[in-house]
């Protein structure tokens, strides 16, 4: 759906070394202009610093990076085309949140007035509207964060880069925010590189993701194939719950793998369902715990079936978790069923029939 | 019942309140409170030939705020003290700004352990020192004759104003460094980025945003080192060769040689006066940078 979208930002085989550590080593990437692209990994994985790297605060040991179809290799941060909104905001401490918002603004050669403008309509449109007046240390958390987009969005940069910018935030709030972030970026169809270590948040907000692990993207896709598609055990396990059942692969040959699984007996997936291109010791299958159903009375499985023994049950009020062992398998996988009024929550020890489909297994090797 | 429970309580944390404070209280009032009002008391009564007399009047302040050789030297005395001030601070400020901003972390301590060496030695050691290297037949001067640089040995660099800021500017620059190092370490230095990020080169972000950020610290320093090199009498005696009396140097004269203790005492009162009026009047100049930052 983006395919036509020029690219925006380019990364050519980008190492960085901090001394002897390797942080990035060899990202190549393409982030297309107006998308809503989010770097997500866990700590240390690099994803901070590649952001760096686009607003010019961290030099490269080796490749390119390339904004808007030009080389940044020596344009210094403040004459890059990208605008900022920091993990802690930086919002200036000296500063009323006016002069916050026209910081940018010095060398614009419109008249003060109608700077003024500008300023009162950036913070109309973060929802600040009437705040210009008071002084940047007396904003809440989530004031704050919306002054920093207003600061950097008056800019009208071509790439607006934000570090964490919600996880100072408490869970109502952080909600929110990624919705404000969203219909902003709908409004004004600047491309958002946002980093976080949330997967919720990744899936919620992005266009497209880049996991990364250890200074490598390991996979670049959509949410909904991330998820449903995830290039390697560690992707899955990274992004919500996995369950795995070890597998082993029986033939091989045309567009189809066959797999004796765990549990699930032989199954024929199509080779889009089968990651990893090696075969080490050790296949396995994976599946998300909502692809597979318990049947209750009366129910039949649209596809397979097999039964199993509920070892372990989680009441969430909306949901109920369980975890039950499939019949031939000696680890339980979890499996998560939406709360039905009126059907009851099945006790521990209870045999169950489990309804679910090949389509939806995945198979790591 | 609960209600006379609640002011027996009330009273009771009232009283133990004012019995932890009275050490303190009674420390200020006695070594600080009694003694200034003791001066102001002095100078209002009448001297002269080692006598006092208890004759109200004001005519001690009349005599030295109209007295030109008063005038002169607290003249003097500002000059001095506004001098050291701005040369202290104007090289104390890169240095903090070094440290703080260039060393490692890990080094930071033994830097500002550094800074910290000149008082290791007495003050009346340094001063003798500069007296050792500015003087008529001092370092400077023999080293520029034996290169033959200069004929004769120089005179403005000796006994004058200039000799007296260099000395004071040096021993109270760690007193200027210490308070703008601690102002710099406070800046979230992602600061620093938004300033460039919002397209402001780094000097442009630095008086943008380091320095006013920083400003808390330099009051502070102006302070430390402008009130006490004002009243400074050691170094003007040493340095001066009794030649460049300041204010305090005065009073000294009017206190034990002249034996007029109230005419010393209205010096001493004005002198307080003129510097409250200074650091106040600074302070309100500089009123946004104070305070209200986190």
């Known amino acids: ?365 | 019942m609960a209600k006379a429970n609640q002011s027996g309580l009330g009273r009771s944390e009232a009283a133990s309140g004012l019995l932890l404070i009275s050490p303190t209280a009674i420390y200020a009032v006695l070594l600080l409170a009694a003694p200034l009002a003791t001066v102001v008391m002095f100078s209002l009564l009448t001297g002269g030939r080692g006598q006092i007399t208890w004759d109200f009047s004001l005519q001690n302040y009349i005599d030295v705020w109209t007295g030109p050789v008063y005038r002169a030297i607290m003249l003097r005395s500002l000059i001095v003290a506004f001098g050291v001030t701005l040369v202290t601070v104007v090289i104390a400020y890169p240095i903090a700004y070094f440290v703080s901003f260039h060393v490692e972390p890990s080094k930071k301590s033994i830097w500002l352990f550094l800074i910290t060496i000149p008082f290791w030695t007495s003050y009346l050691i340094r001063v003798f020192l500069w007296k050792v290297i500015l003087g008529y037949n001092g370092v400077v001067n023999s080293g520029l004759l034996s290169i033959g640089v200069i004929d004769e040995p120089l005179q403005w660099i000796n006994y004058n104003v200039g000799a007296l800021i260099v000395t004071l500017a040096h021993a109270y620059a760690p007193f200027a460094i210490l308070p703008i190092f601690v102002s710099l370490e406070k800046i979230d230095r992602s600061l620093l980025e938004a300033g460039q990020d919002l397209g402001e080169s780094r000097l442009r972000t630095f008086w943008r945003v380091t320095l006013p950020l920083s400003m808390a610290g330099v009051i502070a320093a102006v302070l430390i080192v402008f009130i006490p090199t004002i009243g400074d009498y050691v170094t003007p005696d040493l340095i001066g060769g009794g030649k460049l009396p300041m204010i305090a140097n005065m009073m000294e004269v009017q206190m034990l040689k002249v034996n007029n203790k109230p005419l010393g005492s209205a010096i001493a009162v004005s002198a307080m006066f003129i510097v409250a009026i200074i650091a106040v009047g600074f302070v309100l100049l500089n009123r946004r940078f104070i305070g209200g930052q986190k």
Not at chain 1, 31 to 52: D, H, M, N, V, W
């Open chain 1, 1 to 365: 759906m983006n395919a036509a979208k020029p690219t925006m930002i380019e990364f050519r085989d980008v190492h960085k070394y901090y001394g002897d550590y390797h942080a990035l080593r060899g990202i190549t990437a393409s982030i297309r202009a107006g998308e809503f692209f989010s770097l997500l990994g866990p700590s240390g994985c690099g994803k901070t610093t590649l952001l760096r790297t686009i607003a010019g605060f961290e030099g490269i040991s080796s490749g390119v990076v390339l904004l808007d179809g030009k080389d940044m290799a020596n344009v210094p941060a403040n004459k890059r085309p990208t605008n900022m909104v920091f993990q802690s905001y930086a919002i200036f401490p000296h500063l009323s949140v006016e002069e916050n918002v026209g910081f940018g603004l010095r060398r614009d050669p419109r008249s003060a007035r109608e700077k003024a403008v500008a300023v009162a309509e950036a913070l109309e449109m973060v929802g600040l509207k009437g705040y210009g007046k008071r002084a940047a240390h007396a904003l809440s958390g989530g004031q704050r964060q919306r002054v920093a987009l207003a600061r950097a969005l008056i800019l009208k940069p071509k790439v607006l880069l934000l570090d964490e910018p919600l996880s100072a935030l408490d869970k109502k709030m952080r909600e929110q925010m990624q919705m404000e972030l969203i219909r902003l970026q709908r409004q004004v169809g600047i491309t958002f590189v946002l980093v976080t270590h949330d997967q919720e948040e990744a899936l919620v907000m992005s266009d497209r993701i880049a996991v990364m692990f250890e200074g490598e993207i390991t996979q670049l896709a959509d949410p909904e194939t991330l998820y449903r598609r995830p290039n390697s055990r560690k992707v899955a396990d990274f992004i919500g719950t996995m369950n795995f059942v070890p597998a082993q692969i029986t033939s091989e040959g045309g567009d189809v793998v066959e797999v004796d699984a765990q549990g699930f007996g032989k199954v024929t997936l199509k080779t889009e369902q089968c990651m990893g291109k090696t075969t080490p010791t050790g296949a396995s299958v994976g599946f998300r715990p909502e692809t597979l159903t318990i049947l209750f009375d009366g129910q039949t499985a649209a596809d397979r079936e097999t039964m199993a023994t509920v070892t372990e049950v989680v009441y969430y009020g909306d949901m109920t978790y369980y975890d039950v062992k499939l019949d031939g398998t000696d680890q339980p996988v979890r499996i998560s069923m939406r709360n039905v009024f009126g059907r009851p929550v099945l006790d521990i020890g209870t045999r169950a029939r489990v309804a679910w489909s090949p389509g939806a297994l995945v198979l790591f090797r």
